[in-house]
């Protein structure tokens, strides 16, 4: 069974210019996240879908930040514009359901530097 | 508020020795408590929980954790360490049943050979 995709895997970009990553999930999780982790640090919820619905945004700075999980499968996560403090590990992860009974399965995670 | 503590940000044991990773908690009602593991350049890796039950909770890769309600911990044990256990370990829990989890900031564990 593949695992948690995310892409890409490395991304460096200029302050003040957009970025992109995407996820796809473990088949059949309707429950997906998306997490910030700085170095040194536990990762951090950013937003939680389930299915097609956000249910909990309110750690995200939606001032630069968006997220979409269109048809409730894939996600991408989006920063416009980048700032230096955005340089970060961005995790992606997916569950059966949002109740912690389940295990979250992580992707590999995309590592950010803006420069 | 739901919170855990790693108090020790790297743990040195040689080959072949127990480890401990140490963790604390602070949660209001009956906790469900969690570890995961960061191996280099990959996801997080989820290794056991604790919900109900006995107190010794069995995981992934031969690594166990024992739930100590009078002294609110949680610490991650293995009773003989590989040095392919070296990796960053979290400790974590869940704000609600059905909300997000908040992680510790993790343990550094090197198992030298």
């Known amino acids: 069974e593949a695992g948690v995709v995310q892409s890409p895997r490395y991304k460096i970009i200029e302050k003040k210019q957009p970025v992109a990553f995407w996820c796809n999930p473990i088949?059949?999780?309707?429950?997906l996240y998306w997490y910030l982790q700085n170095l040194g640090q536990g990762p951090e919820l950013l937003i939680r879908y389930e299915n097609e619905e956000a249910v909990d945004d309110s750690q995200l700075p939606k001032d630069r930040f968006s997220a979409e999980r269109l048809k409730g499968v894939d996600s991408t996560l989006k920063i416009q514009p980048a700032e230096l403090g955005d340089s970060a590990v961005y995790l992606c992860?997916?569950?059966?359901?949002?109740?912690?009974?389940?295990?979250?399965?992580f992707g590999p995670g995309t590592r950010l530097t803006v420069t | 508020a739901q919170s855990v503590a790693q108090p020790e940000d790297q743990v040195n044991v040689a080959e072949g020795n127990p480890l401990t990773v140490k963790c604390t908690y602070s949660?209001?009602?009956?906790?469900?408590l969690f570890w995961y593991v960061q191996y280099p350049n990959r996801g997080l890796q989820f290794l056991l929980k604790?919900?109900?039950?006995?107190?010794l909770v069995k995981g992934s890769y031969g690594f166990e954790a024992e739930f100590n309600k009078s002294q609110t911990s949680f610490h991650l044990k293995k009773p003989s360490a590989l040095v392919s256990d070296s990796a960053l370990y979290f400790c974590?829990?869940?704000?609600?049943?059905?909300?997000?989890?908040?992680f510790g900031k993790g343990t550094r564990l090197h198992i030298l050979p």
């Open positions: 974590a829990v869940p704000m609600n049943r059905d909300d997000k989890i908040i």
């Open positions: 949660v209001s009602g009956n906790p469900y």
């Open positions: 088949s059949g999780h309707n429950t």
């Open positions: 604790y919900i109900t039950g006995d107190n």
């Open positions: 992860a997916s569950s059966l359901a949002g109740d912690t009974l389940y295990e979250q399965y």
